[in-house]
């Protein structure tokens, strides 16, 4: 680490753990008083942080700092207020309106991460990822398993996902994630959110809806279908 990335990490003053992860922490900036949230993630994370830093999207946390050391990231980043979809869930299902609303923000969100010279995945897009802050904003967080695309390559080196959420070429079959991934991620969300059923648990599958609730419409049933197409 650097002199100057030392002296930046002193400008934060540790808050305390954020929940349970030890490795997660809100920090407040002693020079600007603002407050972020620093984490340690894998060192081959730091192009996907960097880019992130460097791009910054209305739809993502803001970066604020990336430093590398010899064992691991050092990132800090916006501290967000507000409940994560998963959370949400629990207290009640989301309009069809609601829940279109929620998704076209998730796709403003991955539009220039999939438009990008340097296209990144992010792999891991479900309701316990995505923020509704205070202020009615809607913020993917979490690239952790984030990824880069890579021309050519036939599979992913490092298989992640969550079950029932992931793509089926996020646990080996058909080829390396690519931007699809993320769609399909995104139907497995609009499911979850106008259903309440969640797909990462048994028995881990995404129904047609209306099977579920025949008050809920075609058209948002072909998208979802779409979205969640093995092929």
Do not use: W
Not at 117 to 122: G, P, R, S
Not at 143 to 156: C, E, H, L, T, V
Not at 208 to 226: A, H, M, N, V
């Amino acid at each position: 680490m650097r002199l100057d990335e030392e002296y930046c990490l002193s400008e934060y003053v540790d808050l305390g753990r954020l929940g349970d992860n030890e490795k997660v922490h809100i920090v407040r900036n002693q020079v600007n008083g603002v407050i972020g949230v620093r984490k340690y993630v894998a060192l081959d994370l730091e192009e996907i942080y960097l880019f992130l830093k460097e791009n910054p999207n209305a739809y993502i946390p803001k970066i604020y700092e990336c430093i590398q050391t010899d064992t691991n990231l050092i990132v800090i980043e916006e501290y967000l207020s507000g409940k994560n979809l998963e959370e949400m869930l629990k207290e009640k299902y989301f309009s069809e309106k609601d829940a279109a609303d929620i998704i076209i923000c998730l796709c403003n969100a991955l539009y220039p991460l999939h438009h990008a010279k340097m296209l990144v995945i992010c792999r891991d897009l479900k309701a316990e990822n995505v923020i509704l802050t205070n202020e009615g904003e809607v913020k993917l967080v979490d690239f952790d398993i984030a990824r880069i695309y890579q021309p050519g390559k036939s599979k992913d080196t490092v298989m992640m996902g969550t079950q029932g959420y992931a793509a089926p070429e996020q646990f080996g079959g058909m080829g390396q994630t690519d931007a699809r991934t993320d769609i399909y991620c995104l139907g497995a969300t609009m499911y979850h959110l106008v259903t309440g059923m969640n797909p990462c648990e048994p028995p881990y599958e995404i129904r047609p809806i209306r099977e579920i609730d025949p008050t809920l419409s075609g058209g948002l049933e072909r998208i979802i279908t779409k979205c969640t197409q093995p092929d």
